[in-house]
């Protein structure tokens, strides 16, 4: 049982965590608990960004493969991401709030704005966009 307390030392909360291992030390079952909740994270992105569900292979080596590239795309951007906010805002990647819908909201701006930039025959200009202070990039991100 973990208990939350207030600043006078009472009880304000508790949460009751199980394990089927009895010999599994209280620290390991939180960080598994915590860890739940990445892995569902992860799955949501999986589902909703990366075409997890779209695949119509039968074949296990194809549905494996699939699997794998849709993992391989949702770290990569993650990592992008992370690495990128990071050095821009000077905070280690840890503390960058992150979410998927984020990064594919920007990249769908870039790709709009550079498509608009060309168009305009102003292509050479596109870094401006990036580095002007209103941030027009990050229209529609919530995490900005």
């Not at 599994?24 to 608990?33: F, G, H, N, V």
Request: hydrophobic letters at 40%; charged letters at 25%; one cysteine or more.
């Amino acid at each position: 049982m973990i208990e939350r307390l207030d600043r006078k030392g009472q009880v304000k909360a508790h949460v009751v965590l199980c394990s089927t291992d009895t010999t599994m030390p209280a620290q390991e079952i939180r960080a598994l608990y915590s860890a739940r909740f990445q892995l569902e994270f992860v799955f949501r992105d999986a589902k909703q960004f990366a075409g997890l569900t779209t695949c119509q292979l039968r074949s296990t080596t194809g549905l494996e493969n699939h699997w794998n590239a849709v993992c391989f795309a949702l770290s990569l951007g993650r990592a992008e991401y992370l690495l990128e906010r990071s050095a821009h805002l000077g905070r280690p990647a840890g503390v960058v709030a992150f979410s998927y819908e984020d990064v594919k909201r920007r990249a769908f701006n870039r790709l709009f704005a550079s498509r608009i930039m060309a168009n305009l025959g102003l292509s050479q200009r596109f870094v401006e966009l990036e580095e002007h202070p209103s941030r027009p990039l990050d229209l529609g991100v919530k995490a900005a």
